[in-house]
C-alpha cells in the first residue's frame, strides 16, 4: 500500500501528464492542437535564443567591467590586451557604468592602496576630532579649542606658504600623546599606521651625540620623501625637549615660510607635533 505521502506525489506527476481540460472536447475526446504544439516550441525558442543573448552581452560586459577594475586595483598585472579593449570604442562604458566602477574601486581603496600617491586614505575629519577632544580630552579645555582651530584653519587654507608646528608642553599623563593620537585618527583612516604619519622618539630614534650628523641626514631625508609621497603629512617628535640643537637646526627649512611654487598641482601640507 502506498503511503499517503507517495499517493500524493503520484497524482501530481499524473495531473502533469495529463493535457489541460481546454484540450478536451466534448464527450471527453481530445481536440486536435491545430499546429498549437509548433507554435508553442517556436516561441520557446525565441525565448529561449533572446534570453542567451541577453545572457552573452550580460557576461561579455562582465568581463570588461572585471578587466577594467582589475586594472585600477592591479595595475602592474594589467596586459596590452586589457588596455586595447579599454580605449575600444566600442566598449565605451555607460556613466552609470563607470559610477559603480568608482564606487567598487573607492571600496577597494580601503583595504589596499591603490592610488598613485600615499594620500588616498586622508580624511581630515574634523567633526570627529572635536567629538574626541570634547568627549575624551578631560581638563585640557584650551588645548582643545586651540588645537581643533589651528589644525582645521591651516588644512582649510587654499595654499599654506609654510608647515603648522604646535608644541605640547606637560608632564607624564597629561594627554600630550593622547591628543597627537586623535589627531592622526581623525586626519588619516590608519592613524597613526598611515604611510603619511611619522613619529620620532628622541631617545630611541636619535640615542647617540656622536652620530648627530647621521641624525640629520636621515630625519631630513625621510621628511623629504614622506613630503612627496603624500600631500599632507603630520610629524611627532615625542621627547622634544631632548633633541640635539644640530635636529632642531635641521628642520629650519621645512618650518621656515616656502616661496609659492606652481610645479605643484595642490600644496603641500605639513604638521609638526612637538611634545615636551
Not at 26 to 47: H, I
Not at 196 to 202: A, E, G, Q
Amino acid at each position: 500500500m502506498l503511503g499517503g505521502t507517495e499517493r500524493l506525489l503520484w497524482l501530481l506527476l499524473l495531473s502533469l501528464l495529463l493535457p489541460p481540460p481546454s484540450a478536451w472536447g466534448q464527450g471527453g475526446q481530445a481536440r486536435p492542437r491545430e499546429g498549437t504544439e509548433e507554435a508553442g516550441s517556436a516561441r520557446a525558442w525565441l525565448a529561449f535564443q533572446g534570453l542567451r543573448e541577453r545572457l552573452r552581452a550580460a557576461g561579455a560586459l562582465s568581463r570588461h567591467y572585471w578587466a577594467r577594475f582589475s586594472c585600477r586595483v592591479w595595475p602592474q598585472d594589467c596586459g596590452e590586451d586589457e588596455e586595447a579593449s579599454a580605449r575600444s570604442p566600442a566598449w565605451s562604458l555607460a556613466l552609470l557604468g563607470q559610477q559603480y566602477l568608482d564606487i567598487l574601486s573607492t571600496w577597494s581603496c580601503s583595504f589596499w592602496d591603490c592610488c598613485d600617491r600615499g594620500d588616498c586614505r586622508i580624511i581630515n575629519n574634523f567633526t570627529g576630532l572635536e567629538a574626541d577632544l570634547r568627549v575624551r580630552l578631560h581638563g585640557q579645555h584650551l588645548a582643545r579649542e586651540l588645537v581643533l582651530t589651528a589644525v582645521r584653519g591651516y588644512l582649510e587654507m587654499p595654499r599654506p606658504d609654510k608647515a603648522l608646528a604646535l608644541s605640547f608642553h606637560g608632564w607624564s599623563g597629561t594627554g600630550k600623546n593622547f591628543v597627537a593620537r586623535m589627531l592622526a585618527e581623525n586626519l588619516y583612516q590608519d592613524g597613526l599606521r598611515s604611510n603619511c604619519v611619522k613619529m620620532f622618539i628622541s631617545t630611541l630614534d636619535f640615542p647617540h651625540l656622536k652620530n648627530v650628523d647621521l641624525y640629520e641626514e636621515k630625519l631630513t631625508d625621510q621628511i623629504r620623501k614622506m613630503q612627496e609621497h603624500c600631500r599632507q603629512t603630520l610629524f611627532i617628535l615625542d621627547e622634544a625637549e631632548k633633541l640635539h640643537p644640530g635636529l632642531l637646526e635641521a628642520l629650519r627649512p621645512h618650518l621656515e615660510r616656502q616661496a609659492p611654487s606652481n610645479q605643484r598641482a595642490e600644496s603641500q601640507r605639513t604638521i609638526f607635533l612637538f611634545l615636551r
